[in-house]
């Protein structure tokens, strides 16, 4: 009994290998066969290929600047941080606060999306969704929706988070805070930490 069941299995075997050497042997001595196989293994090489991780995207590097000091700004003296100058530093308002945006230079910069906001205030397009709702004269928002205001306030957040505070956009008559080296030194703490 036992023996029926060995034989049964290398008859199997047999035939097994007989059916595969066959196939073998259509493939390659048929030229249609041979073409499909090479178009399977070009379609094959191709899937393998693509499955592969891509490189990264690399954002373009913006090159570091000394970091300003600590300091509020009037609408005039922000205006001068539009990116165009040598440094190519470039400042914008949100919700009354300055910030430094130099490292989104491809976002503020000169020729990039966002360039409008450059040297101002951006609350206003920043609340109404509208790049260019932005006004060169001092903007105290105070005719915006809550919901606007909401908006501009999560825009404010999301700056505190990505870039360097400067200090208060001053109001026209509003004297500028006298920054201590002390409140620097903290400030400078924190972008160490924040570059970490
Ligand atoms: C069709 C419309 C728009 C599209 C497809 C779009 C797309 C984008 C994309 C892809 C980013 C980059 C996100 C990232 O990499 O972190 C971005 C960022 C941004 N967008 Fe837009 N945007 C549009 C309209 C607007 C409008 C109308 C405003 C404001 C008025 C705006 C303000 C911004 C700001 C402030 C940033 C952040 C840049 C930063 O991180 O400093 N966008 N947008």
Known sequence: MAEDVTNDKSNTDIENEGFISSIITEIVTSPLNLFLL???LILLY???KSSKVPPPV???QVPSIPKL???DMTLEQLRKYDGTDEIGRVCMGVNGKVFDVTRGK???GPGGPYSAFAGRDASRALATFSVNDVKDS????SDLSSLQMDSVKEWEMQFLEKYDYIGKLLKP???PTEY???EEAKEKDKTAKKEE
């Open 58 to 60: 690399s954002t373009p």
């Open 180 to 182: 201590s080296d002390d």
């Open 106 to 108: 491809h976002f503020y």
């Open 138 to 141: 001092y903007d105290d928002l």
């Open 173 to 175: 008559g509003e004297e």
């Open 69 to 71: 000091k600590r300091q």
């Open 46 to 48: 191709k899937i393998y």
């Open 38 to 40: 090479s178009i399977c």
